[in-house]
């Protein structure tokens, strides 16, 4: 169930107007709604409760503190991919011990805060790597829990910048070569094997890739199990898509764990998932207003304030975002392209959508709580937008909008 929803034709966020929203904070801005990442993330728990499981949210998705601190009081733990994630985590009052850190080319002062922080586990994703972080736990004393990242060989049929699990991407190692590194592993007094991972890609709409990725995980699983090897977890990964447009349907948590639920009976194994899109996608939108309708000979534009700066995935993938009025006047509509001031013929929200509007219209765009904010830039010297997190009748102010002075701050001029 949404909890964006129109009431007398004007959009709500939980029980606050989007209108009033836009006043009190200006636009662009980024509205997210508490009940609807509580909600996504009860159902993940509750599709999983079968086996002793840990959600490690993926913060890549949505980073904001007060999204993160949510996530943490709802009992998760993270999936962090550099020093800036494994901080926020830590400043959001996340458990450090509930963390697992992924990404191909950590770096040693990384390596050593995460040990330092205590951090569950290491996802490795090469031997050059595995070699580092020995070398690192053995100079800190502080043995390090690992996981060894499998590269599959499987196509997970999404955008292809966002797979991941295929031979010719730069993710995790053949199964050969884990097999090889969990002896390995086995011999050495700083590294101690706490389990194994994958993460195929993003933004699947089709089990068939899970069901194909976890045979040859689970067999590898088994095979080391049975030369003394025995892993304590198997993290899946993310992975799981959302419905962006009616046309698609995404399957559930629910529909994932009956994938799963074969390859975890009978083993005594914990299960680590990091969703990120799946938990917190369709619990935000992007507010922006209409500066001008400029019609063309070959088309009607509206070209509003927000730009592919403030949300940049229908530019990087030509992803389809929902558009609404937020206020639904009567009228006819007409077929506009929804675009944005950066100087870029790219720099574009929306192609061919049906809307009524005018000058001075509040639009809606939907389904950016995942992959939006954070994909945010300062390109054309544009301030980031603010975020807003609802809750009920009450709004929080999450984020500032940027400021002029933040924009140079840190900028210097010699001499
Ligand atoms: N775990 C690992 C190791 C990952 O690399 C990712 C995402 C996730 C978990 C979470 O995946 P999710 O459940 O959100 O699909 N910017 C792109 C998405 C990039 C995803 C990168 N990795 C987009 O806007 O679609």
């Known amino acids: 169930m949404s909890q964006f929803t129109y009431r007398d034709n004007l959009l709500y966020a939980e029980e606050v107007s989007c209108s009033k929203l836009a006043d009190a904070y200006g636009t662009p801005c980024y509205v997210y709604s508490k009940a609807a990442i509580q909600h996504s993330y009860q159902a993940y728990a509750s599709a999983l409760q079968h086996w002793p499981t840990r959600i490690c949210y993926a913060v890549k998705a949505n980073s904001n503190l007060a999204i993160l601190s949510l996530l943490a009081q709802l009992g998760a733990g993270f999936d962090v991919v550099s020093g800036g994630e494994l901080e926020r985590v830590i400043r959001a009052g996340g458990d450090a011990g509930k963390v697992v850190f992924s990404g191909v080319a950590k770096r040693a002062d990384e ?22 972080v020995e070398s690192i736990a053995k100079e800190m004393g502080i043995p390090a829990r690992v996981s060894l990242r499998v590269n599959p060989d499987v196509n997970p049929s999404t955008h292809p910048y966002i797979s991941t699990g295929l031979k010719e991407n730069k993710f995790g190692v053949e199964i050969d070569q884990a097999w090889e ?21 993003s933004q699947l709409l089709d089990l068939a890739p899970f069901q194909a990725c976890f045979e040859k995980l689970f067999e590898l699983v088994d095979r080391l199990h049975g030369c003394g090897i025995a892993l304590q977890h198997v993290d899946v990964g993310g992975g799981l898509g959302i419905a962006y447009t009616h046309r698609e349907s995404a399957p559930g948590p629910q529909e994932f764990a009956k994938v799963l639920a074969p390859f975890m009976q009978d083993r005594q194994l914990e299960l680590i998932v990091e969703p990120g899109r799946a938990l917190v996608g369709a619990a935000g939108l992007l507010l922006c207003r209409v500066e001008y309708l400029k019609h063309t000979a070959q088309k009607n534009f509206a070209l509003v304030d927000a730009a592919m700066n403030d949300l940049l995935r229908p530019s990087l993938y030509s992803a389809w975002h929902g558009i609404s009025a937020v206020y639904k006047e009567a009228g006819d509509e007409m077929l506009y392209d929804v675009v944005g001031p950066v100087c870029e013929s790219s720099d574009w929200l929306g192609s061919q959508r049906s809307l009524c509007i005018k000058q001075g219209s509040l639009l ?11 994909m945010a830039s300062n390109y054309n010297s544009r301030m980031r937008p603010a975020e807003i997190l609802v809750d009920g009748d009450q709004a929080w102010l999450v984020r500032k909008r940027e ?8 900028e210097i001029i010699p001499g």
């Open 364 to 374: 809606a765009i939907h389904d950016v709580g995942a992959y939006g904010f954070v």
């Open 403 to 410: 400021s002029i002075e933040q924009l140079f701050a840190d």
């Open 181 to 201: 590194l969990y002896q390995r592993i086995a011999q050495s007094r700083d590294l101690h094997a706490a389990g194994i991972d994958c993460h195929i890609g």
């Open 111 to 132: 390596i050593r805060r995460a040990l330092l922080a205590g951090i569950y586990c290491f996802n490795i994703e090469s031997r050059e790597e595995l070699e580092r």
